[in-house]
């Protein structure tokens, strides 16, 4: 499991260098779409059927207020639309900022 190094703010990006030194950039609104809280992805059933979630929502405007380690798995990003409940794994999270 790749684990983030360093994390920066850079204009509307998010960059991250990885421990093996690998860069990763993501946009800080795309970031905010792809967080994989309940509120934000949903949830389902044991039949697969979705409940919740705010698909296809205009998160153009977020940024990144702040953002915490979680254990030693996780990232916790804090949005200035209030958001912090999605917990990025280091693994979702280099899934993302790689397909950048």
């Given at each position: 499991m790749e684990r983030p190094k360093e994390i920066h703010a850079i204009g509307d990006e998010i960059a991250i260098i990885w421990e093996s030194g690998t860069e990763s950039y993501i946009r800080q609104s795309d970031l905010r779409a792809a967080s994989p809280s309940?509120?934000?992805?949903?949830?389902?059933?044991?039949?697969?059927?979705?409940?919740?979630?705010?698909?296809?929502?205009?998160?153009?405007s977020v940024t990144v207020k702040n953002w915490e380690f979680v254990g030693s798995y996780a990232m916790r990003f804090e949005f200035s639309d209030g958001h912090r409940t999605g917990l990025y794994s280091f693994d979702y999270l280099y899934k993302i900022t790689a397909a950048q």
């Open positions: 309940a509120e934000t992805a949903g949830e389902r059933d044991i039949f697969g059927t979705q409940y919740g979630g705010e698909f296809k929502k205009n998160y153009s």
